[in-house]
């Protein structure tokens, strides 16, 4: 348990070498999906004026499907589209290095408090973005945080339209207020 908090920690801190040890270590699988399960009920319940108590298993159940879909998707572009010459990577580490760049979004659970949600959220998902970028960086061998930058944008786009109509079609994304 000490080594998955220490590893936790670092991931908030961005050090690199947490994600490049989790890369290696094909059994921190289950706690990099451990800290996405863990963020998004921290998620949840920082929403849950909005959310209600569906919201938090749904938000659950979203972010695993996106956990996946991000990691494959940054694995295809980054890896097969845009590597650098000494790019070698496979799904597996991307899993573990994305779901341990999700450590900042623990903090969402302070959304809680009334009139800082918005700032909480805003704040939890830029950390959380730069995070993905050291880990996308480490993961795929780049020496360019830029391009990390590139690949994680356009990653986390096809992400957001793949979820944004598969919360059209489902009627999820058209309640009406």
Same mark, same amino acid.
């Given at each position: 348990m000490t080594t998955f908090i220490d590893r936790l920690i670092r991931a908030a801190k961005l050090q690199p070498g947490v994600y490049e040890e989790v890369e290696a270590d094909k059994s921190a699988t289950n706690q990099a999906m451990g800290i996405v399960i863990l963020a998004s009920i921290a998620a949840g319940i920082g929403s849950i004026e909005k959310g209600g108590g569906f919201g938090i298993l749904a938000g659950t159940v979203i972010s695993l499907i996106? $956990? #996946?879909? $991000?990691?494959? &998707?940054? #694995?295809? &572009?980054g890896a097969k589209l845009l590597p650098e010459p000494q790019t070698e990577s496979n799904v597996g580490e991307l899993l573990r290095t994305i779901g341990f760049a999700s450590s900042p979004g623990l903090l969402r659970i302070f959304g809680v408090i009334p009139g800082l949600t918005g700032l909480i959220f805003f704040i939890t998902s830029l950390w959380m973005l730069a995070a993905m970028v050291v880990a996308v960086r480490q993961a795929l061998d780049y020496t360019s945080t830029l391009r990390a930058v590139g690949v994680c944008i356009i990653g986390w786009l096809i992400q957001a339209l793949l979820i944004g109509a598969l919360l059209f079609f489902t009627g999820s994304g058209s309640r009406s207020i």
């Amino acid at each position: 348990m000490t080594t998955f908090i220490d590893r936790l920690i670092r991931a908030a801190k961005l050090q690199p070498g947490v994600y490049e040890e989790v890369e290696a270590d094909k059994s921190a699988t289950n706690q990099a999906m451990g800290i996405v399960i863990l963020a998004s009920i921290a998620a949840g319940i920082g929403s849950i004026e909005k959310g209600g108590g569906f919201g938090i298993l749904a938000g659950t159940v979203i972010s695993l499907i996106g $956990w #996946f879909v $991000w990691a494959y &998707i940054t #694995f295809l &572009i980054g890896a097969k589209l845009l590597p650098e010459p000494q790019t070698e990577s496979n799904v597996g580490e991307l899993l573990r290095t994305i779901g341990f760049a999700s450590s900042p979004g623990l903090l969402r659970i302070f959304g809680v408090i009334p009139g800082l949600t918005g700032l909480i959220f805003f704040i939890t998902s830029l950390w959380m973005l730069a995070a993905m970028v050291v880990a996308v960086r480490q993961a795929l061998d780049y020496t360019s945080t830029l391009r990390a930058v590139g690949v994680c944008i356009i990653g986390w786009l096809i992400q957001a339209l793949l979820i944004g109509a598969l919360l059209f079609f489902t009627g999820s994304g058209s309640r009406s207020i």
